[in-house]
Nanobody
Framework: QVQLVESGGGLVQPGGSLRLSCAASGSIFSVNDMGWYRQAPGKERELVAQITNGGQTKYLVSVNGRFTISRDNAKNTVYLQMNSLKPEDTAVYYC???????????????WGQGTQVTVSS
């Protein structure tokens, strides 16, 4: 079984920073793309940032220049550094990853349980 465990959410004032972490554990042969999604109340889940196992990244336009995604392949962990946070960044943030549990099987998409980020004064 593969699990994605997130940490680092919380309450922060506008302009503040938070760093989210997501560690993949269990039966893992390789990890492909990893990313962060978010879902605010009454809105659809959206992709915030994504990173390939080679380090290529892409971002939601509204977070570009404020958020930075990175990964530690040795630890099967992805991070999201969030700076200059705004109230509209408030949402539940979900980790996502394509993981091959076994070499000869195709990758499977996994989700974390979500972590709340609240930006408010």
């Amino acid at each position: 079984q593969v699990q994605l465990v997130e940490s680092g959410g919380g309450l922060v004032q506008p302009g503040g920073s938070l760093r989210l972490s997501c560690a993949a554990s269990g039966s893992i042969f390789s990890v492909n793309d990893m990313g962060w999604y978010r879902q605010a109340p009454g809105k659809e889940r959206e992709l915030v940032a994504q990173i390939t196992n080679g380090g290529q990244t892409k971002y939601l336009v509204s977070v570009n220049g404020r958020f930075t995604i990175s990964r530690d392949n040795a630890k099967n962990t992805v991070y999201l550094q969030m700076n200059s946070l705004k109230p509209e960044d408030t949402a539940v943030y979900y980790c996502n990853a394509d993981i091959k549990p076994i070499r000869d099987l195709p990758p499977v998409n996994y989700w974390g349980q979500g972590t709340q980020v609240t930006v408010s004064s």
